[in-house]
């Protein structure tokens, strides 16, 4: 009776997520701003990997102390690896308004490349400025200009787009190639937006004392971006993607909010470890990706060690094949094969379980337990990207005990579904030895399947 009523429960709370977050999630996904924030900032990984890898590059040089090759080496051409981060990392806001104005207007099926020329040149009208000797000052080019730059290209795409579908552009003859009539198309946008960012820059500039854009953004933006430091809020946040894995919805669909914080995040955190100061942070894409979807999302890597010492066969079978992939960080395998998607047995262990499970090692970094990330590794099996996250000896074992709370909250719930599974394997066990069949077709279908030897 009891198991019934909460499966009646259970299927209320299916309909009423379903009439309400599914949609939403649906058309976050779709919408064509947010899809192109989420590409963009996933297209600047390369970037950001290059960026964040130079720093441990500038640590070689602790590990030989007494060779005088490689301490002449460093001190001759350490430039050369600050020249990878500041052109990384340095830049980064650039990089993001070019990748975002490329997808949104791949989007509208407008010219790509006067979409992210027009962008550029906005973006740059309203965060530039020199120096007294002339020189340009890039402050405003990194990581604080991320949410301006986001802003700024969204704008300037939809700007032209407007000018081209209202025909409000300078049209050559047919004959004229290609490329020529394209570069003419773009002189009435870019002179209206050049005005429109100019009168902007300089109303903001007149209205707050002499700021520049994104320094008016960051500070209204800030309690929203240092909300990713409360440890509260990154359980929702946590709480609220899982939520979307077991409604079969990809977390992803976070990822235009997410994504330009924990870009931020990372770039403030490097320069502190170069200036020898306290990180910030303790939430980046990296710290995320090691710790919150270890061994997949919801940490699922104790309900693969159940299944693997199950005494049902399926499960067995589904744990030996979820390994190697949890192994990388893949979990699909046991989303969809247990299912852990849409199974009422696994809601809380999944969603509630699997959000602690990941928290655990961020309140660690945040109470100074263990080292806070200043590198997003690349995907790397089990321990490998935690290390290389923050460099920190303890953070493998805090893994491991990572494991084995994840395995200490799936077992008991898992014991539920071996149960079940096992009732169904002891039928089936007696259907066969008694020498009937569960066939879906008529005894003459059957006869005819059987003569053709169909072997799957």
């Not at 509208?108 to 400025?129: D, E, M, N, Q, R």
């Not at 159940?306 to 744990?319: A, H, N, P, Q, T």
């Not at 007696?430 to 005894?443: K, V, Y």
Request: hydrophobic fraction near 50%; proline fraction near 6%.
């Amino acid at each position: 009776m009891s198991q019934t009523v909460f499966e009646s429960m259970f299927e209320k709370f299916d309909k009423i997520i379903r009439r309400t977050l599914v949609p939403i999630a649906e058309k976050i996904d779709k919408q064509p701003h947010l899809s192109s924030v989420k590409k963009g900032m996933v297209v600047l990984t390369p970037i950001l990997l290059l960026g964040s890898l130079a720093y441990p590059l500038k640590t070689i040089k602790n590990v030989f102390p007494n060779s005088v090759a490689v301490q002449d080496w460093f001190l001759n051409n350490s430039y050369l690896i600050d020249l990878l981060i500041k052109l990384s990392l340095g830049l980064v806001a650039i990089y993001a308004v070019i990748g975002i104005a490329y997808f949104l207007s791949e989007i509208y099926k407008i010219y790509i490349v006067g979409s992210v020329i027009l962008s550029v040149f906005a973006f740059l009208i309203l965060t530039v400025t020199y120096t007294a000797d002339g020189m340009l000052d890039p402050t405003y080019l990194d990581s604080k200009g991320l949410f301006t730059g986001i802003f700024v290209a969204i704008l300037a795409v939809e700007i032209y787009r407007f000018f081209t579908i209202h025909k409000l552009i300078i049209q050559m003859p047919e004959g004229v190639p290609d490329f020529v009539s394209r570069s003419f198309e773009l002189i009435t946008p870019a002179a209206f937006i050049g005005f429109i960012f100019v009168s902007a820059r300089h109303f903001i500039s007149e209205w707050s004392g002499g700021l520049l854009l994104p320094e008016l953004v960051m500070s209204v933006l800030a309690p929203a971006i240092n909300g990713m430091d409360n440890l509260l809020i990154v359980w929702f946040v946590i709480m609220l993607r899982l939520t979307f894995w077991f409604f079969g919805i990809h977390s992803a669909v976070l990822s235009p909010i997410l994504s330009p914080i924990f870009v931020q995040y990372l770039a403030e955190n490097i320069v502190a470890k170069e200036a020898g100061l306290a990180l910030p942070h303790y939430v980046t894409g990296g710290a995320f990706s090691a710790f919150v979807n270890f061994t997949g999302s919801g940490v699922t890597m104790g309900l693969i060690i159940s299944m693997l010492l199950s005494k049902s066969e399926r499960y067995r079978k589904i744990g030996l094949i979820s390994l190697i992939p949890a192994c990388f960080g893949i979990n699909e395998p046991v989303l969809f094969g247990v299912p852990v998607i849409l199974n009422p047995v696994l809601l809380i262990p999944f969603i509630i379980g699997g959000s602690l499970c990941g928290l655990f090692p961020l309140a660690l970094m945040q109470m100074g337990f263990l080292g806070r990330p200043f590198f997003d590794p690349p995907y790397l099996p089990l321990f490998f990207e935690g290390y290389l996250l923050n460099f920190d000896w303890k953070t493998p074992l805090v893994q491991c005990m990572q494991l084995v709370l994840s395995f200490c909250i799936y077992n008991p719930f898992f014991r539920i579904l071996e149960k079940q599974e096992l009732e169904k394997e002891k039928e089936n066990q007696a259907i066969l030895d008694s020498g009937q069949t569960n066939s879906h077709f008529s005894e003459e279908d059957q006869k005819t399947l059987d003569k053709l030897d169909l072997d799957f």
